[in-house]
């Protein structure tokens, strides 16, 4: 279901949030460090360095007070800061809709997506917000500094969870519509991994720096569940019988985190990076102690 109030974020996180930074680990444009905007030498505000003048050169960044100490001409060289887009993918397949105690997974997805559209917005730079299931709906895409944040969060409260999930289709289909390398925020329970393995690759072998979110309940992980139960697939309706023993119970849950470890891994060796979220933990704590933890925030 969608959310009944666009405010998805309280006022106290918004102002925590102007002290952190999303952090970009892929060279861009030309960048070098874990910066969130790369640099490059030009006309800007920042000082940089100095360089001989040439002729050609635009008076106007001559510095006067060094030619009165060297008798030379020397050029002011200032750092400008060079934007890089942030788009935001998220899951929105029924599964999504699964939660605990009124958190779904897909909210606390919203809540995710909604903080690092405003930590975009916070360094001026373009933000796309991309609902998902079986491919792209349609983004919106904002810039212009964080009076922009409510349209964001307007948009998010009326998203709702629907149909299955393919992610290999969705990335592909992004691919197309965002050619250009920038951050990629995957936000999703993965539960089409085989999917995930093939976007992952393709977002590697097209130069984004990605980020993999997988947003997961407690019951999921560790289900409290007894005795014979019919399971129904959130997505396709699929009915199975199972008997939930102690036994079963641990299997489960140890195949659930060997399947958590196989996506971060996935990841990693891709270039990436990865952080768990489980919905009975609050968001905010999430976001402030996890992400910097996992290199994704400072």
Same mark, same amino acid.
């Given at each position: 279901?969608?959310?009944?109030?666009?405010?998805?974020?309280?006022?106290?996180?918004?102002?925590?949030?102007?002290?952190?930074?999303?952090?970009?680990?892929?060279?861009?444009?030309?960048?070098?460090?874990?910066?969130?905007?790369?640099?490059?030498?030009?006309?800007?505000?920042?000082?940089?360095?100095?360089?001989?003048?040439?002729?050609?050169?635009?008076? +106007?960044?001559?510095?006067?007070?060094?030619?009165?100490?060297?008798?030379?001409?020397? !050029?002011?060289?200032?750092?400008?800061?060079?934007?890089?887009?942030?788009?935001?993918?998220?899951?929105?397949?029924? /599964?999504?809709?699964? @939660?605990?105690?009124?958190?779904?997974?897909?909210?606390?997805?919203?809540?995710?997506?909604?903080?690092?559209?405003?930590?975009?917005?916070?360094?001026?730079?373009?933000?796309? %917000?991309?609902?998902?299931?079986?491919?792209?709906?349609?983004?919106?895409?904002?810039?212009? @500094?964080? $009076?922009?944040?409510?349209? %964001? !969060?307007?948009?998010?409260?009326?998203?709702?969870?629907?149909? &299955?999930? $393919?992610?290999?289709?969705?990335?592909?289909?992004?691919?197309?519509?965002?050619?250009? +390398?920038?951050?990629?925020?995957?936000?999703? $329970?993965?539960?089409?991994?085989? @999917?995930?393995?093939?976007? %992952?690759?393709?977002?590697?072998?097209?130069?984004?720096?990605?980020? !993999?979110?997988?947003?997961?309940?407690?019951?999921?992980?560790?289900?409290?569940?007894?005795?014979?139960?019919?399971?129904?697939?959130?997505? &396709?309706?699929?009915?199975?019988?199972?008997?939930?023993?102690?036994? /079963?119970?641990?299997?489960?849950?140890?195949?659930?985190?060997?399947?958590? &470890?196989?996506?971060?891994? !996935?990841?990693? +060796?891709?270039?990436?990076?990865?952080?768990?979220?489980? &919905?009975?933990?609050?968001?905010?704590?999430?976001?402030?102690?996890?992400? +910097? /933890?996992?290199?994704?925030?400072?």
């Amino acid at each position: 279901m969608a959310t009944t109030s666009p405010l998805l974020l309280d006022r106290e996180f918004l102002k925590t949030l102007e002290q952190v930074t999303l952090l970009c680990r892929t060279n861009l444009s030309g960048a070098v460090g874990p910066e969130h905007r790369s640099r490059t030498r030009g006309p800007g505000m920042e000082f940089a360095d100095y360089r001989r003048y040439s002729f050609g050169d635009d008076p +106007r960044s001559l510095d006067w007070s060094a030619y009165l100490r060297f008798g030379k001409l020397f !050029l002011k060289i200032y750092e400008t800061e060079q934007h890089i887009p942030v788009r935001i993918l998220l899951d929105r397949s029924q /599964s999504m809709a699964f @939660g605990d105690e009124g958190e779904s997974k897909f909210l606390y997805a919203q809540r995710l997506a909604a903080t690092f559209a405003y930590l975009a917005l916070l360094h001026l730079d373009t933000t796309a %917000v991309i609902p998902f299931s079986q491919r792209l709906q349609k983004p919106l895409v904002v810039s212009g @500094g964080r $009076d922009r944040l409510w349209p %964001v !969060l307007q948009f998010l409260s009326e998203q709702q969870c629907a149909g &299955t999930t $393919d992610i290999f289709s969705s990335v592909k289909e992004f691919m197309s519509g965002f050619p250009a +390398r920038g951050i990629a925020i995957l936000i999703s $329970d993965f539960f089409d991994e085989t @999917g995930s393995e093939r976007a %992952v690759e393709m977002l590697r072998s097209a130069g984004h720096d990605f980020v !993999l979110l997988q947003v997961h309940s407690a019951e999921e992980q560790h289900p409290s569940a007894s005795g014979e139960l019919i399971l129904e697939d959130a997505e &396709t309706g699929a009915q199975r019988t199972v008997e939930c023993s102690p036994q /079963s119970t641990a299997l489960y849950a140890r195949r659930f985190q060997e399947f958590s &470890t196989r996506l971060r891994r !996935l990841a990693l +060796r891709n270039g990436g990076r990865y952080a768990r979220a489980v &919905t009975n933990i609050a968001y905010q704590e999430f976001v402030l102690r996890s992400l +910097r /933890s996992g290199q994704v925030l400072a």
